[in-house]
């Protein structure tokens, strides 16, 4: 599903270069569940955004789906992302004037499906994650276990086939962390997902198999 | 969607939205009153004249021998002598040559002494009963018959001079022997009447006036001091001696309108004014005044552009989150450009329609307070699609060049930079 072979990626930082990625190598297949892992300033974030297209690397193969991403733009970009990927952050992203039922058809209004079947899907999506109840209330409403909830529904809403959660858990505490957590897992499994997560939650670490360390 | 998430958008800062739409109301209601009145008054006042080459009455402003004589809405500059005015009438230079006098008002509505001629120089049918013939005898415009819901047979007194309060005449009744149909012009605020009528309403007191013109100018009583000679018959246009107030001349001969101005005013103690030449003056005036209305106007305009791209470039700055969610949620560069957009045009179409319906009200404003001092009103419900058109496509290209940044940066918005700050 995913392959990335030798990327390197640098930031400028006033007149040098910060190299991030060194000349990464890694392999995801489908369904597949893989935590990054790695200090402070290793490159977690930047190796996901460069996996969910949401920046270019410098050097090196990206493969998505088979597709080599190359000098993408961003038109193209946004169809990839809204056809196979989800995306969870640590703090939600939630937007704050929509209910939990419209954040959810979001994606989906993007993809072009018409509205009744927009939310129904959507309300699917939140039963799933327990939150059907819910569906009217605005985030300011929710607790942060259940916005992050919301933000799930909301990846797995346009069936994704790589579903890429940036710290999830860590402003959640153990109850909640260990309710997303197994969201995220179960979800996955059920929509044959690969399931990628950037954390450096020992929470999560314990869970995973396949571990990418980055230093 | 997209339109309902602008909307949405739209009240996130309620108190920008609400400035920026107030000022576009306003400068919108401003112009759209400025169009419209202009419009109809110049129709209306173009329309009254049809037909009049010159007027001739006494000596004063020509402007106010216009406004007097044909649009009723100043006071006249005086009288002239009927005998000497009828030497020009009879010209063969002249085609017709309407005589007026100006008599009391009923309830604020002018009593003019006048012949039939007047009616047909409006186009005025009667529409019930018959022209004037004897005197005392009235036919009541369109208008008056409705608001002082006067029918045939009717009778009823008049009060001295223009002010509805002034003395009333109670020697002599009108009788309504006909009603005009509307016309949309002067005659409809108007109660005509033969001249006769006029002369033998103020026979009875006309010498002591006559020593003070000044206070009665322009409202015609008989000269000298025979006062008893018309208690016991009725006058005719026969009678010697007697004064009008104008003529309104049309010619035969264009040329009589080039050279009687000079020759009138050299030979004679009246004047012939030109209304055509008159009321270009007035336009001309009042063209600066509508004119620098009409920059205020498109300053505030200008004003509620810079608002809304102020009020849009903020927004984008607490947005900047939101908007790399709906990028990562699939939304291209270009749906967010178009939100923007749609936002600023909402704003816009807002503003047009509230500033059109609002001046509307202030035209129904201004007609109900110019019907009540000159008998003129306006229309609210036209819609002059050129103007007004051009205006909407005005208000539009505001929206689009205030947006213009605000959705050039969102176009350009970079996500994983924004959200990695969020």
């Keep these: 599903m995913i392959k990335i072979e030798k990327l390197h990626k640098s930031y400028p930082i006033g007149k040098d270069s910060l190299h991030v990625l060194k000349g990464i190598d890694l392999h995801i297949k489908e369904g597949e569940f893989v935590s990054i892992m790695g200090s402070s300033g290793s490159g977690k974030s930047t190796l996901l955004n460069i996996v969910g ?75 799933k994650v327990g939150l059907k109840d819910w569906a009217t209330h605005l985030p300011s409403e929710l607790s942060g276990g259940q916005k992050q909830r919301v933000a799930i529904a909301r990846a797995m809403a346009s069936q994704p086939k790589v579903l890429l959660a940036d710290e999830p858990t860590s402003s959640l505490d153990d109850k909640n962390a260990e309710k997303v957590i197994e969201l995220l897992t179960s979800l996955s499994k059920e929509y044959k997902a690969a399931l990628v997560i950037v954390t450096h939650d020992s929470r999560i670490k314990e869970k995973f198999i396949n571990k990418i360390t980055l230093i | 969607m997209i339109a309902k998430l602008a909307w949405k958008n739209i009240w996130f800062k309620p108190l ?15 112009i759209t009153t400025l169009v419209l009145v202009e419009k109809q008054f110049e129709e209306k006042f173009t329309k009254n004249i049809d037909g009049v080459d010159l007027v001739m009455g006494a000596q004063g402003s020509p402007l106010q021998l216009i406004l007097s004589s044909v649009y009723h809405v100043d006071a006249p500059t005086g009288n002239i002598s009927y005998d000497s005015a009828k030497v020009w009438m009879q010209h063969p230079f002249v085609e017709k040559a309407i005589p007026l006098a100006f008599g009391d008002n009923s309830r604020g509505f002018k009593i003019l ?24 005898e009235v036919v009541i415009g369109s208008e008056i018959a409705q608001k002082l819901s006067l029918t045939l047979g009717d009778e009823f007194y008049g009060s001295h001079g223009d002010a509805a309060e002034g003395h009333v005449h109670e020697e002599y009744a009108y009788k309504v022997v006909g009603i005009a149909a509307p016309t949309g012009k002067v005659v409809d605020n108007l109660i005509l009447c033969t001249i006769p009528s006029v002369w033998q309403m103020h026979g009875d007191h006309g010498s002591t006036e006559s020593e003070n013109p000044a206070h009665e100018e322009g409202h015609v009583h008989v000269e000298g001091d025979d006062q008893d000679h018309n208690h016991h018959h009725d006058l005719t246009l026969d009678e010697p001696g007697m004064e009008i107030t104008a003529v309104l001349l049309k010619f035969r001969n264009k040329m009589g309108i080039v050279t009687w101005p000079r020759i009138i005013a050299q030979n ?36 509620s552009g810079i608002s809304i791209f102020i009020a849009l470039y903020n927004t984008l700055k607490e947005r900047k989150n939101e908007f790399a969610l709906l990028r990562v949620n699939g939304a291209k560069r270009m749906q967010l450009m178009q939100l923007v957009l749609i936002e600023s045009l909402l704003l816009c ?62 176009y350009k918005l970079n996500i994983s930079k924004t959200l990695a700050n969020a």
Excluded: C
């Design chain 2, 16 to 30: 920008n939205t609400i400035l920026s739409v107030v000022l576009l109301t306003s400068s919108v209601a401003i």
């Design chain 2, 268 to 303: 004679t103690k009246m004047q012939v004014a030109s209304p055509a030449l008159e009321v270009n003056r007035l336009f001309s005036l009042f063209g600066i005044g509508i004119q620098a209305l009409q920059y205020l106007a498109y300053g505030i305009m200008l004003i």
């Design chain 2, 113 to 136: 002494g006048t012949t039939a001629d007047y009616l047909e120089k409006y186009e005025a049918k009667i529409a019930e009963g018959k022209i004037f013939e004897n005197n005392f």
């Design chain 1, 53 to 127: 297209l949401l920046d270019i690397h410098d050097q090196g193969n990206y493969f998505l789906n088979g597709q080599l991403i190359k000098n993408m733009n961003e038109k193209k970009a946004a169809i990839l992302r809204n056809k196979f990927l989800g995306f969870v952050f640590q703090s939600f992203n939630l937007i704050s004037y929509k209910t939990a039922l419209e954040n959810v058809s979001l994606p989906l209004y993007y993809q072009g499906v018409s509205r009744k079947e927009r939310q129904e899907s959507a309300l699917n999506y939140l039963e």
């Design chain 2, 349 to 410: 179409i807002v503003g047009f329609i509230f500033g059109t319906i609002l001046g509307r009200v202030s035209i129904l404003w201004i007609s109900a307070s110019s019907e009540q001092d000159f008998k003129m009103s306006f229309n609210p419900y036209e819609f002059l699609w050129d103007k007004e058109g051009v205006l909407f496509l005005l208000t539009i290209g505001v929206g689009v060049v205030a947006a213009l940044i605000p959705a050039l940066k969102a």
